[in-house]
């Protein structure tokens, strides 16, 4: 357990948890945003309804469909870092291996 390369492999693991964790942290922030940003585009879909002038109609519906926008760019995120997220497992299974190859070795 000495070797440098066996060190490199358990360094490399630290740096991955901390990678997963930040990853994991924007994933729950990103979701948290999308539905946040729902929620309000709803909320100016609901007021179109109310609305007497078709100035305050056009307003909403703009509103409504700006964060509706903004709650796919978040769901976008929301994608990508779950890529991400399965990618660094991948690599955590593949450095896990090597560890357990190099402890046999010894």
């Keep these: 357990m000495n070797d440098p390369a066996t060190w490199a492999l358990v360094e490399g693991l ?3 948890d901390q990678m997963e964790s930040s990853c994991k942290e924007d994933i729950s922030k990103s979701r948290l945003m999308a539905s946040r940003d729902r929620l309000i585009s709803a909320k100016f879909c609901a007021y179109i ?4 002038t078709p100035q305050l109609k056009r307003f909403d519906l703009v ?4 964060f509706a926008r ?3 760019i978040e769901e976008g995120c929301v994608a990508s870092l779950t890529q991400l997220l ?3 497992a991948a690599r955590r299974r593949r450095m ?3 560890l357990e190859e190099s402890r046999s070795l010894e």
């Design 96 to 98: 896990l291996v090597r």
């Design 63 to 66: 509103e409504a469909k700006n």
């Design 14 to 16: 630290e740096n991955l």
């Design 70 to 72: 903004l709650a796919e």
């Design 49 to 52: 309804e109310g609305d007497e």
């Design 86 to 88: 399965a990618k660094l």
